[in-house]
């Protein structure tokens, strides 16, 4: 069971390194991670973008761009369908997007002659690693997917198994998180959860344990849902948080991020190739993370 990022990063060096291309590569901050990839077994890379600035950010941070294949691509729309198409062509295996609006490079991921289209929803899984949980768990999907109906969320669970799998994380728990933990007729992600549960009772939902309605109480503290009566082998013990919407995804990843010491990174789940979709404000380490989760992924794949 990997219960840190520390795990990942070892995790990895196990694998053959794997290549990523970066679409519009001329941020600072993606460089960073790119160059410190490479330096820890992690990934490889072709950075795709306008030559000039991103030789001017490589400066800053002190990174030998001699090391790194470099196209050419002053347009960020051309760029990130570069980078998507090395990827579909077997030439790289992983997208990561840089200094180029998410709907630009996604647009580009789901272009139907040169994409990563599957048929599959597209959701974001992250992956934090908390101090006071003393071990992972993913939360899906606080990024794309805003008001996921249910045989939405049973994809958003299916995309986050995977990625789980591939961490290492052999039957993943999944916790069908509402404001409460009952089944309420008013409250629709109650009557989802319950569904779910079923689901996954009669193998709809497979390589996983899923249960819900939880509240966020129950799904991560043993001491809680004992106190609640609630008998579950997901009830405190969840590897997987699945929101009811993208803003109580949205939330719960930024509290998580700012207040509580934790660690993270995320890629988007769903398409053909793992796809790194961090923000401008996600640091360099997250960023760094997230190549980890994506190389973990590819070779799964």
Same mark, same amino acid.
């Given at each position: 069971?990997?219960?840190?990022? &520390? ?7 196990? #694998?053959?390194?794997? @290549? ?6 001329? =941020? ?7 160059? =410190? ?8 890379? *072709?950075? *795709?973008?306008? !030559?000039?600035? $991103? ?8 990174? #030998? ?8 691509? /002053?347009?960020a ?10 990827v579909?062509?077997?030439?790289a &295996?992983?997208?990561m997007?840089?200094?180029v609006?998410? !709907? ?26 908390? /101090?006071?949980?003393?071990r992972?768990?993913l $939360?899906t999907?606080?990024?794309m997917?805003?008001? /996921?109906?249910?045989?939405? @969320? ?6 986050a *198994? ?6 290492? $994380? ?7 998180v509402?404001?409460?933990?009952? *089944?309420?007729?008013d ?12 689901m ?6 497979k ?10 109480d ?9 106190? +609640?009566?609630?008998?579950? %082998? ?9 929101? %009811? ?14 207040? !509580?010491?934790? +660690? #993270?990174?995320?890629i ?6 793992p ?6 404000? &996600?640091?360099?380490e997250?960023?760094?993370? !997230? ?8 070779e799964?794949?």
């Amino acid at each position: 069971m990997i219960k840190n990022f &520390d795990e990942v990063l070892e995790r990895v060096k196990i #694998n053959g390194i794997k @290549k990523v291309a970066v679409a519009a590569a001329q =941020d600072e901050t993606v460089l960073e991670a790119i160059r =410190d990839a490479r330096k820890r077994g992690i990934a490889d890379a *072709v950075l *795709v973008g306008e !030559s000039a600035r $991103i030789e001017e950010a490589a400066k800053k941070i002190d990174m #030998n761009l001699k090391e790194f294949e470099i196209i050419h691509e /002053p347009d960020a729309a051309r760029a990130s369908l570069t980078a998507v198409e090395l990827v579909s062509t077997g030439k790289a &295996d992983m997208v990561m997007k840089g200094l180029v609006d998410t !709907s630009t490079f996604l647009r580009a991921v789901l272009n139907k002659e040169k994409g990563l289209r599957t048929g599959r929803i597209l959701s974001h899984v992250a992956v934090f690693d908390v /101090p006071a949980l003393q071990r992972i768990i993913l $939360i899906t999907d606080a990024a794309m997917n805003i008001a /996921p109906d249910l045989m939405t @969320k049973k994809q958003i669970i299916e995309n986050a *198994v995977n990625v789980a799998k591939a961490i290492g $994380i052999e039957m993943p728990k999944v916790a069908a998180v509402a404001a409460v933990e009952v *089944v309420n007729p008013d409250m629709q992600p109650t009557l989802d959860a319950a569904a779910l549960s079923k689901m996954n009772d009669r193998g709809q939902i497979k390589g996983c344990l899923v249960d819900g309605p939880l509240a966020i109480d129950n799904a991560l503290s043993e001491e809680a849902a004992r106190h +609640k009566g609630i008998e579950s %082998p997901v009830a405190g013990k969840a590897d997987i948080i699945l929101v %009811p919407n993208i803003e109580t995804g949205n939330a719960m990843y930024k509290t998580l991020t700012y207040t !509580s010491g934790a +660690k #993270n990174g995320g890629i988007l789940a769903g398409a053909a190739a793992p796809v790194i979709l961090t923000s401008r404000a &996600d640091s360099h380490e997250s960023k760094l993370y !997230s190549m980890a989760l994506a190389s973990l992924v590819a070779e799964a794949n």
